[in-house]
């Protein structure tokens, strides 16, 4: 009989047969920066997140450098929000000011922008409206306007969340274009129509202002459909392809490393994380197993990246 307990005796050998483990590089931390000064408002539905005014920044900055994670994502929500989301291109915008601050202050922090109109949009959805429809191609050269913007300002990586069609070929060719083609975009491929993104609408302000956003993000159940979302991306030119969000889609996320030879990104989604934070303030879980298994999960199933608000505990409790 083959004793399998064997290779589970103790700590010692269990530490030399993992066979996934964690290292807080693999971490991406999300950022919100809104407009104003002196502001660090705490978001309500996800404790220990907060908005932060650019002037306030240094406080979360320090810690992202402290942990040595791998890198954050940034949110920028304005103050003036308009039909064309005129401020998530704007050369002076909030996201535009945070960037440069931080690449003048923090260097060594690697920066993704979020591409989507979502937060700069005064009906709150991901691209141009006519009457209640979306519109696909009207959008493209928006995304572009916006990701050429934050990377000029000094973004490393160009994140479009929005899943307007298209997208990543537009994004590609204008950031060559304009000179940036060693810049990356991670392409959120597979963004499920999920309702574990309630409490980050309420970080970013970005709750549309009516419908729903089904008629361009995922039915939740269609895996298949996500495999093509993907494989199109990367024609299209994505260096990184992610799945969202995390622990419902964790399939859809072994079947893509699985079939694509291409980094993974996975995100582990403000419901997902809101979750966690209300069942450990009950004392019903232990907060600090839950949320390494569960990250330990998410690179299990294939993911190079995780974008998580638990970043940075995760990073603390991993150095203890």
Same mark, same amino acid.
């Given at each position: 009989m083959y004793r399998f307990r064997r290779l589970r005796r103790d700590e010692?050998?269990?530490?030399?047969? @993992?066979?996934? +483990? !964690? /290292?807080? $590089?693999?971490? *991406?931390?999300? *950022?919100?920066?809104?407009?104003?000064? %002196?502001?660090? %408002?705490?978001?309500?539905?996800?404790? =220990?997140?907060?908005?932060?005014?650019?002037?306030?920044?240094?406080?979360?900055?320090? @810690? #992202?450098?402290?942990?040595?994670?791998?890198?954050?994502? !940034?949110?920028?929500?304005?103050? /003036?929000?308009?039909?064309?989301?005129?401020?998530?291109?704007?050369?002076?915008? #909030?996201?535009? +000011?945070?960037? +440069?601050?931080? $690449?003048? %202050?923090?260097?060594?922090?690697?920066? #993704? #922008?979020?591409?989507?109109?979502?937060?700069?949009?005064?009906? =709150? /959805?991901?691209?141009m409206v006519c009457g209640e429809e979306i519109l696909n191609d009207e959008t493209l050269p928006y995304l572009v306007k916006m990701a050429v913007s934050l990377v000029e300002a000094g973004a490393d990586m160009a994140a479009p969340s929005d899943m307007m069609d298209g997208r990543v070929a537009a994004i590609r060719e204008g950031l060559d274009q304009a000179g940036f083609i060693q810049t990356p975009i991670m392409a959120y491929s597979a963004k499920f129509a999920s309702a574990y993104y309630g409490p980050f609408r309420d970080a970013a302000q970005s709750a549309p202002g009516f419908g729903d956003r089904k008629s361009y993000q995922m039915d939740c159940a269609n895996g298949q459909e996500a495999l093509r979302e993907i494989r199109a991306d990367i024609e299209e030119g994505a260096d990184i392809v992610m799945v969202k969000p995390a622990l419902a889609y964790l399939d859809v996320l072994k079947e893509a490393a699985m079939t694509f030879d291409m980094p993974l990104a996975v995100y582990n989604v403000s419901g997902e994380y809101a979750m966690v934070k209300a069942a450990a303030a009950k004392g019903w879980i232990d907060e600090r197993k839950i949320v390494l298994e569960n990250l330990t999960a998410m690179k299990r199933a294939g993911a190079r990246i995780i974008i998580t608000y638990h970043a940075l505990d995760a990073a603390r409790w991993m150095a203890d």
């Open positions: 010692r050998i269990r530490s030399l047969m @993992q066979e996934t +483990r !964690l /290292h807080p $590089k693999d971490f *991406i931390y999300p *950022i919100f920066v809104i407009e104003g000064q %002196n502001c660090k %408002n705490p978001v309500e539905s996800m404790p =220990g997140i907060f908005q932060y005014s650019i002037d306030r920044l240094d406080e979360i900055l320090e @810690q #992202v450098q402290a942990a040595d994670i791998g890198g954050i994502m !940034l949110f920028g929500i304005p103050d /003036h929000k308009d039909p064309e989301g005129s401020q998530a291109y704007a050369k002076d915008g #909030v996201t535009q +000011r945070a960037v +440069r601050y931080i $690449k003048q %202050n923090y260097p060594q922090i690697y920066i #993704v #922008v979020d591409v989507c109109l979502c937060e700069y949009t005064s009906h =709150g /959805h991901c691209g």
